[in-house]
């Protein structure tokens, strides 16, 4: 079998035209006006896989390279030689529209799994994996930058603070997951009725769900709910699933000092992303186990959520505003 091509001497970028013969028995032959080239055998050559279209080099063992676009003749004299023709099967899977749809499916379907599943399973087990300080890094400009551009000072008076203070302090009394757990207040201004719960314990009441609560019973089921987002990591979680490429490297270096990316994203991921409906529900059964736990009523929050729903409908801002819908939420809680 002849194939045409260019011959490279090895030392030089320059080719040279060139025809390569090859035997029966897998003798080779070079004719190259240019160069004098000894011959060999095709089991001593080393073949470049097929790609499309583009040419195969053939490496001589005397470090001349041969180079060809008659990929068919190539893939012939492999499957000639070698009983081997999976370099053509390639080939043809390249050039299959069948299964370059099938791929693109795979490579989709793969994609929705990392973003549904593999992103958040590996969120979870990153943040467990950081130590509680880590938690306290991320949050450390977190409220004063909420502060800044969000929050106002709390027109709470002092006697209302206090109060609400001591129930929180009796919440977290029997709490030994090592959590810095502070209240703050402060004025949500624009966005109304809402709470939040930063990676390293500390948990803000906005005035306005103070005033927005039923009673006391209820401000203690939200401090609950939010108590609960800070055991399971869910801010941290969050914000390493906002930011996928810290996340990847943490994983597979295993450096977790790379955590620190997430703090300058941290204020606006809190603001303006949701909860998913999995957090949400892993909260509210964590609030629900620590009200039993001091005889609190568990429908205390569904009744905040309920009104909070009203809220919402009537086109307020509020905490409602980020969270899922509550029916799951409430039947969940009376269970």
């Excluded at 919440?171 to 966005?191: E, P, V, W």
């Excluded at 996928?244 to 977790?256: N, Q, R, W």
């Excluded at 964590?286 to 569904?302: E, I, N, R, V, Y």
Aim: aromatic share 8%.
């Amino acid at each position: 079998m002849l194939l045409s091509g260019r011959l490279f001497d090895g030392h030089t970028s320059k080719s040279h035209p060139a025809e390569l013969s090859v035997a029966d028995l897998g003798d080779i032959r070079i004719e190259c006006p240019e160069l004098s080239v000894s011959g060999c055998h095709w089991s001593e050559l080393t073949i470049s896989p097929r790609i499309g279209t583009t040419a195969r080099y053939l490496d001589l063992p005397n470090g001349l390279r041969f180079e060809t676009r008659d990929n068919d003749q190539v893939d012939q004299l492999i499957g000639q030689f070698a009983g081997d023709d999976r370099l053509s099967w390639i080939h043809r899977l390249e050039n299959s529209y069948r299964y370059a749809l099938l791929s693109v499916i795979c490579v989709a379907l793969f994609i929705w799994w990392g973003i549904n599943y593999g992103l958040p399973s590996a969120a979870r087990q990153v943040a467990f994996l950081l130590p509680v300080s880590v938690n306290e890094e991320v949050s450390k400009h977190t409220l004063s930058t909420l502060d800044k551009y969000i929050f106002d000072p709390s027109v709470l008076n002092a006697e209302r603070r206090e109060k609400l203070t001591g129930d929180f302090k009796t919440l977290i009394a029997s709490r030994d997951d090592d959590f810095n757990y502070q209240l703050h207040f402060r004025n949500g201004g624009i966005m109304g009725p809402n709470a939040f719960a930063l990676p390293d314990g500390s948990i803000i009441l906005t005035d306005q769900i103070i005033d927005l609560a039923g009673d006391d019973e209820e401000l203690i089921a939200v401090m609950s709910h939010e108590i609960g987002h800070v055991n399971m990591r869910h801010g941290l979680r969050r914000a390493l699933q906002s930011s996928a490429l810290p996340l990847i490297i943490i994983v597979v270096t295993g450096d977790m000092s790379t955590a620190s990316s997430v703090l300058a994203a941290l204020p606006t991921i809190l603001v303006e992303s949701e909860y998913s409906q999995a957090f949400e529900l892993e909260a509210d059964a964590f609030a629900k186990d620590l009200l039993l736990q001091h005889q609190h009523d568990p429908m205390s929050l569904g009744r905040l959520l309920e009104r909070l729903s009203e809220e919402h409908e009537e086109g307020t801002n509020d905490w409602f505003s980020s969270h899922p819908s509550t029916p799951e939420r409430i039947e969940k809680l009376r269970d």
